[in-house]
């Protein structure tokens, strides 16, 4: 087998590769905000689009988008979380409280049914 195609079907399989990793880092489950402290080291930003997220590294950006109404923000990850009782329950991520709001068009109560999609960008 020639060097070219040695090279070729090893650039095809790192193709396939990250084309799975990334299909794979998109998450369905439920949605809430929050507010209090992070432990990120960074000030908690209640009007930022910023949320909690076990499984991805803090500073990591993903885009969320709303199931029931379509609308989709970006958020960096600061926090960990939801705590595990509430990700036991199917919470994949907490929202700040601004970040809430542009997702639902308002507050309301109750988790919301939301995709996020990992984006990239963390530490």
Known sequence: MSLYKIF??????CLALSAYAFA???RVGTASWYRGLVISGNKFYVNGH?????????????RVTNL?????????INDRGPNKRLAAKGRIIDL???AFY????GFRSGPIKVKVEILGGGK
């Open 102 to 105: 542009d997702l639902t068009g």
């Open 96 to 98: 700040a409280a601004k």
């Open 50 to 62: 910023y949320a909690a997220m076990w499984g991805v590294p803090l500073g990591t950006r993903v």
């Open 8 to 13: 070729i079907s090893a650039l095809v399989f």
């Open 24 to 26: 794979a880092e998109t």
């Open 68 to 76: 029931e109404n379509g609308r989709a923000i970006i958020v960096t």
